[in-house]
């Protein structure tokens, strides 16, 4: 009868002393719960990564209460709250015990519920002030505990508290405090250790003489005994030693902050395989090793698997042998050397400019540009003469990877690189002719992922951190970023070449490392001064990058890409394929094949009488190189205007052929012209002497 007044009384009290508030649910608790650390785990459930995002508290992943003892169950249940299976959230002779003492002036004692403290360590507004709650936040406390219980089931009440509790210093939950004092989970806890942790609930920051007091005192209790043998060694062990939390994994520390960056959740898998990354690793270091006289200190790789874009291995430097072993080299920016001609040669299939036998003149050129002349050479500085498209790309040659960049619009050509995932461009006047050498920066990352989409048929997808759900059989159009670049046609036909050992030949000979066993397309560069050394390929199923070189830029001495980058990426492609297959893609329905040329055509290309007509004819038309179609100039207020020139160029100067900008005929197109900035809006012209244009573009200066 007296617990039933009570509970009336304080029911009564508490409903008109405080407005009703919505209880959160034990899911919500449980979903907003984030360990201190945030953990990254590998494609086989491997911890390679930790990050501590919460530095006031440690914590550890969720536990629920069947991965803790039951002795140690019972002994915190019999610390803090004996009735708790019995109480509706208030300990009714508890609450009255506090208020006796506050109307006569005593501190206010404990009596709180295990429902009590878990309100109070989720709600704000109950948290003590100075120590102690006030009266007004005790009953408030009492209140919320009540609503709680009308809401959560026993269990869940005593498992997000064994969560969210504090045992000492720094240590939150259960499993954190088993770690942190036992270095141990919290499902081998001893009797003796659960006493130990049971007592700190309620004085965490105690001395160790009373905590062993009160632990001696909880577990004669408890085991109705009068002695207390070895616990107060376990709890001197536990306490007075230095604090040494267990040491978090440490593995791919860069791919893991590329990772969490794109907002990979700790309780995801990601992409990487740990025992590949490792070997990976060994690889890359042992090459490294027979480098190091001609000044090669660095390197990184990076895999792809083709149809999901998992990130498979990101060695993103030498490791050890790094002098920036905290740097991400995939990330950094260089010079792309050669690695951009097969990009060339697609734009012009794409374009249908060149077939794979068109003829190219692989002969000393002069090309104009703004300062002079550029004069391309090719590796060893020898010349082939008439050579195909399909001999150029396959051994590299600069000059004829010059001319067909120079059939194209450079702006477009830009604009696709830039479709292909390689950032921060610049516009076509910075690089001229030059771009088909590889002058622009770009990253291990963008490039390896570029050559992804010519091993996908010519679509583009962004690379994932996390395990696909289909993985290995995933579908590359379905993933949401997919976009076409190429035609699969003009992929194949890249593939094909790129994959093409007689192809290789004028250059590398017939047996070098970028011949495998199995089927694979590959691609080489070299920067200028040798500062860097790609070497980039795909098979059937992965997509392998490989750069080395230095991190400080310094040049390289005689290292090539297949001797630099190129023994790399060979025994990386022979890992992969130690048990797997790799075939040949099908040949899509737009190809045919042409045994009378020995060749593989786009339909509708094949018939032309000479392929090399296709060049011939690009080679008579001029074309306006500078400034491109819709290029914005500024006058810079700080130069004398009679300074300030914009540069006219063509592909090729010949006599016959005038510029007109705005209608009105300017000079002889015999040599670049050089024209006085002045504002407004322009459209250039090249026309011959009976004013039929031939090509056009539009500017403006502002």
Not at 37 to 43: A, F, G, H, I
Not at 69 to 78: G, M, S, Y
Not at 426 to 452: C, H, I, K, M
Request: charged share 25%; net charge neutral; hydrophobic share 35%.
């Amino acid at each position: 009868m007296g617990k039933r007044c009570t509970k009336g009384i304080l029911f009564v009290f508490l409903f008109f002393a405080f407005p009703i508030q919505s209880v959160p649910l034990f899911e919500e608790v449980k979903n907003n719960y984030l360990p201190s650390d945030l953990l990254l785990y590998d494609r086989q459930g491997e911890e390679l990564q930790s990050v501590r995002i919460h530095p006031r508290y440690r914590s550890e992943r969720w536990t629920e209460t069947n991965e803790i003892p039951e002795h140690t169950l019972n002994a915190i249940l019999f610390s803090e709250d004996k009735k708790f299976f019995e109480h509706k959230g208030i300990d009714s002779l508890a609450f009255l015990g506090s208020v006796w003492g506050k109307l006569w002036g005593l501190p206010l004692r404990g009596g709180s519920t295990i429902t009590m403290q878990l309100v109070s360590l989720w709600e704000k507004d109950l948290k003590p002030e100075g120590g102690r709650r006030s009266f007004t936040q005790k009953l408030k406390q009492i209140q919320r505990a009540s609503d709680w219980e009308d809401v959560w089931t026993k269990e869940q009440i005593l498992t997000a508290y064994l969560n969210l509790v504090y045992f000492r210093g720094e240590l939150r939950g259960i499993r954190s405090a088993s770690w942190g004092l036992f270095r141990k989970p919290p499902s081998t806890l001893t009797p003796n250790e659960s006493y130990l942790l049971a007592v700190l609930i309620r004085s965490p920051e105690s001395r160790v003489e009373k905590i062993v007091e009160r632990a001696c005192v909880l577990k004669q209790q408890m085991e109705n005994r009068e002695t207390c043998d070895g616990l107060d060694t376990i709890v001197k062990q536990s306490l007075l030693r230095s604090f040494d939390y267990p040491a978090k994994p440490n593995f791919a520390p860069q791919f893991a902050s590329k990772a969490f960056a794109e907002g990979i959740s700790s309780e995801s898998k990601s992409s990487l395989s740990r025992s590949l990354q490792e070997k990976v690793e060994s690889i890359l270091k042992s090459n490294l090793i027979p480098l190091a006289s001609q000044n090669v200190k660095d390197g990184a790789v990076l895999v792809l698997h083709n149809s999901t874009g998992e990130v498979l291995v990101y060695v993103a430097n030498a490791g050890n042998r790094s002098e920036v072993s905290s740097l991400d080299l995939i990330q950094a920016r260089r010079q792309a050397g050669s690695t951009l001609k097969p990009f060339v040669y697609a734009q012009s299939f794409e374009e249908r400019k060149l077939t794979s036998v068109s003829v190219l003149n692989d002969s000393p050129v002069d090309i104009p540009v703004f300062r002079g002349i550029y004069r391309p050479l090719n590796y060893d500085k020898s010349f082939q003469g008439k050579v195909t498209v399909t001999q150029s790309l396959g051994s590299s040659l600069n000059i004829p990877a010059v001319r067909t960049l120079s059939y194209l619009d450079m702006g477009k050509f830009i604009h696709t690189l830039s479709s292909l995932g390689l950032k921060n461009l610049s516009y076509p006047e910075f690089y001229g002719p030059s771009l088909a050498l590889g002058t622009a920066d770009v990253s291990l990352w963008d490039l390896t992922n570029a050559y992804r989409v010519l091993a996908n048929g010519g679509v583009y997808t962004e690379p994932s951190f996390l395990v696909s759900p289909s993985s290995g059989k995933g579908d590359v159009s379905a993933d949401k970023t997919n976009k076409r670049i190429f035609r699969e046609s003009v992929s194949y036909l890249i593939t094909r070449i790129l994959s093409d050992r007689e192809a290789r030949s004028l250059s590398f000979g017939w047996e070098n490392n970028l011949s495998t066993r199995y089927f694979s397309a590959v691609k080489t560069g070299t920067s200028q001064d040798m500062r860097d050394n790609w070497c980039l390929g795909y098979s059937e199923e992965y997509t392998v990058g490989v750069w080395v070189g230095n991190p400080t830029g310094t040049p390289m001495k005689d290292v090539s890409g297949v001797s630099g980058a190129g023994p790399v990426w060979r025994e990386v492609m022979d890992l992969l394929h130690e048990e797997t297959p790799s075939k040949e893609p099908s040949v899509p329905e737009s190809v045919v094949y042409v045994p009378a040329k020995r060749a593989y055509f786009e339909r509708g290309t094949e018939d032309v009488s000479d392929a090399g007509e296709i060049v011939s004819k690009q080679k008579t038309l001029p074309k306006i190189t500078s400034p491109s179609h819709q290029t914005i100039f500024a006058v810079d207020p700080d130069i004398p205007v009679g300074k300030q020139k914009v540069f006219f160029l063509l592909n090729r100067y010949q006599p016959g052929y005038f510029w007109y900008l705005n209608g009105k005929k300017i000079s002889e197109a015999n040599s670049p012209f050089f024209w006085d900035l002045q504002k407004g809006i322009f459209q250039l012209q090249i026309a011959d002497q009976t004013g039929k244009v031939f090509d056009e573009v539009s500017f403006e200066v502002r």
